[in-house]
């Protein structure tokens, strides 16, 4: 299963903020900004159907630094495979293991997410970042697809469900 991760916040006040937000087992950093309501990765052009990313041999430590943004969460291995959670800024580190399909929808205004990865020695990068297209994979287009059971909401308002 995913994990949400707190850590030590320092100094929380509305104009200084200030955590320690290690994960002692990171060997890799990715800074990902969105400066809109991106959706990463994006939609496919042609059908609009859903894409993923999934890592076969990285787990990723997401961290909201600013702006809030929503992760679409597959693990056809997880007895409730499909789950929305909400990353707001300072808010939970997402642990996403490795082998889960994931998606995520900025804000309307972007975010700024900072990725701790553990990420295995020697793989290959382009695999790790391929995407997938769920209306190429009927497993993973039955788990997402509106006749499904609804995901499990995670500091999600209700709506998005709809979505
Ligand atoms: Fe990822």
Redesign the pocket.
């Known amino acids: 299963m995913f994990e949400l991760l707190a850590y030590e916040r320092f100094r929380d006040t509305p104009a200084v903020r200030f955590f320690d937000v290690t994960v002692d087992t990171s060997n890799a950093r990715d800074l990902v900004i969105h400066s809109g309501p991106a959706i990463s990765p994006p939609n496919d052009a042609a059908s609009g159907a859903w894409q993923f990313?999934l890592?076969p041999h990285?787990e990723?430590n997401l961290l909201a630094a600013s702006g809030g943004r929503t992760f679409y969460l597959v693990n056809l291995a997880w007895e409730q495979p499909f789950h929305i959670v909400r990353l707001d800024s300072g808010g939970d580190i997402l642990r996403?293991p490795p082998g889960t399909f994931?998606r995520s929808v900025s804000d309307p205004d972007g975010s700024v997410v900072l990725?701790q990865a553990v990420r295995e020695e020697g793989v290959s990068l382009v695999q790790e970042f391929r995407v997938y297209n769920s209306a190429r994979i009927p497993a993973l287009l039955a788990v997402t697809s509106i006749q499904a059971p609804p995901p499990r909401l995670h500091g999600v308002e209700p709506l998005l469900q709809a979505a």
């Open positions: 990313y890592h990285q990723d996403i994931h990725n």
